[in-house]
């Protein structure tokens, strides 16, 4: 599997729009309004420079005059991620995002596709550069730990050959090792280990002393260079589509421009959608969720995006700002198919392909087949 590494991906968007910035100590402020402002995080040449995320804004400008201090833009980075998930999706059905500009891919089967993995992974990561303009780093092994630290590494691409992950891990800080809480950290130093190769000879006993147990088994595995997960698919599945909305900053309900927002989603698929269902977060991080009826789907676009709209402002009765929207869709063609189909599914299958060219004709009007209206 391929590892793949976007290193400060929001410094790099931001050098994107303004060159002369690459070349500078950068940092971005805190989203959070305060009375004294300070940094959210800070690139390498600022952390050269002793700045570190969390310092107040006048003392970074004190040790750092030549420091540039960006407000943050959260919606544009998450579109950026949405962007990289849409670029590998086109190498690979399975994937996994880990952070912010970092993905897992799995390249074992598309060999008839794009030759041998390595030059397959050679050539995603050439025209990712070419397509995109980032610069980037990857990592391929069997092993996912492995592929992730080679990433790492700041290679272009860095191969482990099948048999060597022990070896590639073993000098490797097993501070490096995210899935090791860190609370644990400490009782491992006192222990003498250190390094994943401390770790490789320890039975799944030993690990079940000193780990919680459900833990042990998977991180044997991966201190071994043992770890093969199997990846999901990075896509949603056929038929449906997942729309997210991190609103920055977060917002009170009634200052949520849901239906714009929602119409432009319902416009970009000719699709008749079938399912609808909103969730919402605080900023609390209380979930909140909202399912359209039957009978509200057969409306227009501009008219289910108002009913959209409705229900969110009827249910969102909190007084407290809103953080984060998530729009799920059931579209008409490419859903799974059942082994025994409805009857009035089977009809509405066949007559999508119609509907589609309708509804794209009379936007203003509900399209409907007669023999499905009350």
Do not use: Y
Request: proline letters at 11%.
């Amino acid at each position: 599997m391929l590892a793949m590494w976007v290193p400060e991906l929001p410094f790099q968007l931001a050098g994107q729009r303004e060159p002369a910035l690459r070349e500078r100590p950068l940092a971005f402020l805190g989203p959070e309004p305060s009375r004294t402002p300070s940094l959210w995080f800070v690139n390498r040449r600022a952390k050269a420079e002793g700045i570190r995320g969390g310092l107040s804004l006048d003392e970074a400008l004190r040790r750092c005059p030549g420091l540039r201090v960006l407000d943050p833009a959260p919606q544009t980075w998450w579109e950026a991620q949405a962007s990289l998930e849409g670029f590998l999706q086109r190498w690979t059905p399975q994937g996994q995002f880990l952070r912010l500009g970092e993905a897992l891919v799995e390249l074992a089967g598309t060999e008839g596709l794009f030759g041998p993995e390595r030059d397959a992974a050679r050539r995603l990561h050439r025209e990712f550069q070419t397509s995109h303009g980032w610069v980037s780093h990857g990592g391929l092994s069997a092993s996912a730990t492995a592929a992730r630290l080679a990433a790492e590494q700041e290679q272009d691409l860095a191969w482990i050959p099948a048999g060597q992950e022990a070896g590639f891990l073993a000098p490797r800080s097993l501070r490096r090792l995210r899935e090791l809480p860190p609370r644990l950290h400490l009782r491992f130093q006192r222990l003498g280990l250190q390094t994943f190769g401390d770790a490789q000879p320890l039975t799944v006993a030993l690990w079940q002393e000193l780990v919680p147990p459900p833990l042990a088994p998977r991180l044997r595995e991966q201190v071994r260079g043992e770890d093969r997960p199997r990846l999901p698919l990075l896509g949603e599945r056929p038929g449906t589509s997942r729309h997210p909305w991190r609103l920055e900053p977060p917002r009170l309900p009634e200052a949520v421009d849901l239906a714009a927002w929602g119409l432009q989603r319902l416009w970009e698929d000719p699709r008749h959608p079938r399912k609808l269902a909103l969730r919402w977060w605080d900023v609390d991080g209380e979930p909140h969720f909202w399912r359209a009826p039957e009978d509200a789907l057969a409306q227009p676009p501009l008219a289910l995006a108002r009913a959209l709209e409705a229900a969110f402002r009827s249910l969102a009765t909190r007084r407290i700002l809103v953080r984060e929207v998530e729009l799920r869709i059931g579209w008409g063609l490419g859903r799974p198919r059942t082994l025994f189909p409805e009857a009035r599914a089977q009809k509405l299958e066949r007559l999508e392909p119609a509907l589609a060219r309708l509804r794209r004709r009379f936007p203003a009007a509900p399209v409907l087949p007669g023999w499905a209206a009350p």
